[in-house]
């Protein structure tokens, strides 16, 4: 009877080991990077403090990936999106507005009064690179919607 088991056994690993995606974390800024390239240009460089950071650009809006809660520069808990825009005139009833129809975006005015929308993901344990590029592709979809709702053009 054990010999009948074993290709159903040596099957299940297979197929198991076949629908395994790899997994991206804190530790792979460098994979991020080559993920945010698939949707504009993007690179990898670093924080005055030394963590991983990326700088994109959609059209002509750059943004940023800060990683945050690094150890010595690697192994990061985090990574959040930031993109500000100058345009003055809006005001602190304006970032309410949109923040109550946002799940994951948040944005808020600086110190100037410019607007700054930023969204943060997770990494501990890691999320697979199909997330990542999900996560990517809904933030290109975030800029957009945002900067419709703030009246930015893209010239």
Known sequence: MKLLLIPFVVA???ASHANAQTL?????????SAIAEQFGSAR???SPNGDP???GKLDSTVYIVEFSGCKD????LSMRFRASYSRPGLSDVDMGSWNREQRFLKAFLDDTGDPVIHMS???VGGITEENV???FARWVDFVAEFEN???WSRS
Do not use: Q
């Open 73 to 76: 520069g690697t192994d990061c």
């Open 53 to 55: 950071l990326i700088i």
């Open 44 to 46: 990898l460089d670093r």
């Open 133 to 135: 590029a999900a996560v």
């Open 12 to 14: 299940f690993l297979f």
């Open 24 to 32: 991206v974390d804190g530790s792979h800024p460098e994979r991020i």
């Open 121 to 123: 993901v997770n990494l």
């Open 149 to 151: 709702y703030i009246g």
